[in-house]
């Protein structure tokens, strides 16, 4: 077999496993970049998407606990939330999180581009559909024990 034919068809079989974790990371790592995952001021987050920030961060798919607020606060602010709204978020960090969203957008587009590719292909096979399933699959089994 040719070398470069391998290297292709490697490459193919890794990104159709790796393909459903690396839109699931891109997702949710969008909504982080932001803290739309995390309770805020008078925001607080669907239950789904405190789930989903959970298993990105640490692979369970359950609320974290809640804390009691603490005696004499009115509420507590999430984690890099400024609590005053006049506080300014620096001009950089601001930047980076913007550069960080196009990133994982391109990432998402680039992954779905590359499925629409692999699956256009005549010779698409059985063993596409098995690797993208397990790579869909297998994460949630895990998760189930």
Same mark, same amino acid.
């Given at each position: 077999?040719?070398?470069?034919?391998?290297?292709?068809?490697?490459?193919?079989?890794?990104?159709?496993?790796?393909?459903?974790?690396?839109?699931?990371?891109?997702?949710?790592?969008?909504?982080?970049?932001?803290?739309?995952?995390?309770?805020?001021?008078?925001?607080?987050?669907?239950?789904?998407?405190?789930?989903?920030?959970?298993?990105?961060?640490?692979?369970?798919?359950?609320?974290?606990?809640?804390?009691?607020?603490?005696?004499?606060?009115?509420?507590?602010?999430?984690?890099? %939330?400024?609590?005053?709204?006049?506080?300014?978020?620096?001009?950089?960090? !601001? /930047?980076?999180? =913007?550069?960080? &969203? +196009? *990133?994982?957008?391109?990432?998402?587009?680039?992954? %779905?581009?590359?499925?629409?590719?692999?699956?256009?292909?005549?010779?698409? !096979? /059985?063993?596409? =559909?098995?690797? &993208? +399933? *397990?790579?869909?699959?297998?994460?949630?089994?895990?998760?189930?024990?």
């Amino acid at each position: 077999m040719n070398i470069n034919l391998l290297i292709r068809r490697v490459h193919l079989y890794i990104g159709l496993l790796i393909a459903p974790s690396v839109l699931f990371f891109s997702a949710t790592g969008a909504l982080q970049l932001f803290g739309l995952h995390e309770a805020h001021g008078e925001y607080h987050p669907p239950a789904i998407v405190e789930r989903l920030a959970t298993l990105h961060k640490d692979q369970r798919f359950a609320l974290k606990e809640k804390r009691p607020e603490p005696a004499g606060s009115e509420h507590v602010v999430a984690k890099g %939330v400024p609590d005053d709204a006049d506080e300014k978020t620096p001009l950089g960090e !601001t /930047l980076l999180k =913007w550069t960080f &969203l +196009a *990133v994982a957008l391109g990432l998402i587009a680039s992954t %779905v581009i590359g499925l629409y590719i692999a699956y256009i292909s005549p010779r698409r !096979t /059985l063993t596409h =559909w098995i690797l &993208l +399933a *397990v790579g869909a699959l297998l994460p949630i089994a895990i998760l189930a024990i």
